[in-house]
């Protein structure tokens, strides 16, 4: 793509309102907009990185089973009144009334509609078990937010929902998901940890986050120092340096804050159970559903990608989730048009800076944006490509046919 084209143009200056690093990185950089407090536009270049950090999660979900669909955001109250989840979650919900005075929620989570469609569909064990997911936006009324897209109002999710037909089978594939979500966080480069939680407005049993260490995290969570034991400190009920539970070796220490990026649910059969949602086993005995949830959050992933990997120049993206995969810069004498075309004919996805400005003001976005690598066309090259990737100092000269041999390692 040419840069020319692209839209917006990079800012110089983050807003005034902006505290937290990824609003002034991401808002400077091109990537998202705010229209309100908690509601943000991907823009084109946000969009590409969610899209591909989406294509991650789809595919680790897909490996377990996971079948994709899509479900409406708009509920009726009627349907959040079956768990008494209407009034329960009601400072979190935006509630909603039509001209005929029906009312409605703007969903932040799917179980109810998901239940509705376990008892139209399962009749009998043979229909179980049952994975589906689908990503969506959800809304959420956040009395403050903040922390630019680590916390909003409209935001994108991920949601996994699993049906089966005893605790055995659903904690079996709560330990597949787990390690799916995973496979997911190490794909995307995150020093994470699996902490044990609660269950909020979802349920009363113990869950699990996976959790980023970032010292401008909202979280906090205890850690053994020898084994992967890790508490949310809102459920820490222990002290400081007292005997690991799990490993009964390390002494639990308290870590740095934390960004929350995913969370996975054990619901047990609470939802079926108050939504009469059963099904036949083997003997003819009816009998209810055991159910389970699972989240992740894209825009905040991204949010999060940026807290963790940036400098005082910009974004530093990870191959696996940058909205390009070079960055060609073409000054003056460059024969950028030719390189440029070289690039898509091999696939490789390029940002080809073609504008007419100074040097120093493509170097300097060319940092914001923060792809991976960098190639400068110019004619003091000749015939070379100035080769910086952006989390390094080092500059190679190489020949197209040496940047393509390289990209294809």
């Known amino acids: 793509m040419k840069q020319s084209q692209l839209f917006p143009k990079t800012r110089k200056e983050a807003p005034k309102d902006a505290e937290s ?20 536009t991907l823009l084109p ?5 969610v899209a591909k950090i989406n294509q991650i999660i789809r595919e680790e979900i897909n490996a377990v089973g996971g079948q994709e669909m899509l479900m409406p955001l708009l509920h009726p109250k009627e349907i959040w009144s079956e768990t008494g989840r209407w009034d329960k979650a009601d400072e979190i919900m935006y509630k909603l009334s039509d001209a005929r005075k029906k009312e409605y929620v703007l969903s932040f989570t799917h179980e109810e509609i998901v239940m509705d469609l376990l008892r139209k569909n399962i009749k009998s064990y043979q229909d179980l078990p049952v994975a589906v997911y689908h990503f969506s936006t959800k809304f959420r009324n956040e009395p403050r937010a903040r922390s630019g897209i680590l916390r909003g109002r409209e935001f994108m999710m991920k949601d996994l929902y699993s049906a089966h037909t005893d605790e055995k089978d659903m904690v079996d594939y709560y ?28 349920t009363e049993k ?13 979280d906090e969570i205890f850690a053994c120092d020898k084994c992967d034991y890790a508490v949310n400190k809102e459920i820490f009920e222990g002290k400081e340096q007292e005997l690991c539970p799990k490993c009964k070796k390390g002494k639990i220490e308290k870590k740095e804050k934390t960004v929350e990026v995913g969370n996975i649910f054990p619901l047990g059969t ?28 894209p825009t905040r992933v991204m949010g999060t990608l940026v807290e963790v990997s940036h400098d005082d120049r910009g974004i530093i993206w990870n191959k696996a989730v940058a909205p390009f995969n070079i960055h060609l810069l073409e000054l003056p004498g460059g024969n950028g048009k030719d390189i440029y075309e070289k690039l898509k004919e091999k696939g490789v996805d390029a940002l080809w800076d073609d504008r007419d400005v100074p040097p120093g003001e493509k170097f300097a976005d060319a940092d914001l944006i923060g792809i991976p690598v960098r190639l400068v066309t110019s004619e003091r090259n000749g015939d070379k490509v100035e080769w910086k990737e952006r989390n390094s100092e080092e500059l190679e000269l190489l020949s197209i046919d040496e940047v393509l041999k390289r990209l294809e390692e």
């Open 21 to 40: 690093i990824n609003h002034k990185l991401l808002v400077r950089a091109g990537f998202i907009d705010q229209l309100m407090s908690g509601s943000w």
């Open 45 to 49: 270049l946000g969009l590409r990185v």
């Open 175 to 202: 330990e597949k998901v787990k390690g799916a979500y995973v496979k997911i966080f190490d794909r995307l480069g995150f020093n994470f940890k699996v902490v044990e939680a609660s269950g909020g407005v979802f």
């Open 206 to 218: 113990r869950t699990h986050e996976f959790q980023v260490l970032n010292a401008n995290g909202e």
């Open 270 to 297: 609470w939802y079926a159970e108050r939504m009469h949602v059963y099904y036949t086993d083997e003997k003819g005995l009816k009998k209810p559903v055991w159910f389970a949830s699972y989240g992740i959050g």
